[in-house]
């Protein structure tokens, strides 16, 4: 059973053309949502954490936002460098139990 | 401020050899620490975490282990390695205190088994 759940699979975008990523949970007593930034071959990099619903963050042209259900991670006006695969992962009740989705692959054209 | 460091980066291994992973943490201490595995294409797999010297928790069995020998130090390790081993791992840690464990990430190894 899917835990976490993320769409598009990939996306592409002109730079300049703002758009969205979704992270949809089905995990109970949610303890924290994480944003990730994974580049070819390297291990992600961490952008945000998020609590509790109605909770948002931003970093540079990125902002992450939460609901009871899923977590949207926008993109202002992206740019060629922001172009790498983004990850979002859940933490349940149980400290130890972390739940990853497969990523969005996004790419900026210039 | 806190580092973490994986070894090798890559590694090229036939099929039933042994198998041994290392991960350091600098700038912190008594972390939490975990390795992942990730597949092509697939979200990561959380394979084992310890809170401490000696106490490690496996969440997938299969023929990996771990071992915590220094606090900062956590070690991936394989008798005999399966095709099926092969993958990108990861190790990362958090901190012991707070609400959430914020994980963060090292540099990861490509481990390819022939």
């Known amino acids: 059973e899917d835990q976490v759940t993320q769409s598009p699979e990939a996306l592409r975008l002109q730079e300049g053309e703002s758009s969205s990523l979704n992270c949809s949970y089905t995990v109970s007593g949610l303890r924290g949502l994480f944003w990730y930034r994974q580049d070819p071959g390297k291990g992600p990099e961490f952008l945000f954490t998020l609590y509790s619903a109605g909770e948002e963050k931003e970093k540079e042209r990125l902002k992450a936002t939460l609901t009871k259900k899923e977590s949207f991670l926008h993109i202002t006006a992206p740019k060629p460098e922001d172009s790498a695969t983004y990850l979002c992962?859940?933490?349940?009740?149980?400290?130890?139990?972390?739940?990853f989705g497969s990523g969005t692959k996004l790419n900026v054209k210039p | 401020s806190q580092t973490i460091h994986q070894w090798p980066a890559t590694l090229v291994q036939p099929v039933g050899s042994p198998l041994s992973l290392e991960c350091t943490v600098e700038?912190?201490?008594?972390?939490?620490l975990y390795w992942y595995r990730q597949a092509a294409g697939r979200g990561l797999q959380l394979l084992f975490y310890?809170?401490?010297?000696?106490?490690i928790s496996s969440e997938v069995p299969q023929n990996l282990s771990a071992s915590r020998p220094q606090d900062r130090q956590f070690i991936l390790s394989s008798k005999k390695l399966l095709l099926s081993d092969s993958g990108f791992y990861l190790c990362?840690?958090?901190?012991?205190?707070?609400?959430?464990?914020?994980?963060?990430f090292g540099p990861g190894t490509r481990l390819t088994v022939l």
């Open positions: 700038g912190t201490s008594n972390p939490n």
């Open positions: 990362a840690w958090s901190l012991t205190s707070g609400p959430t464990d914020t994980q963060y």
């Open positions: 310890s809170v401490g010297i000696g106490q």
């Open positions: 992962a859940v933490q349940a009740p149980n400290f130890n139990k972390f739940y």
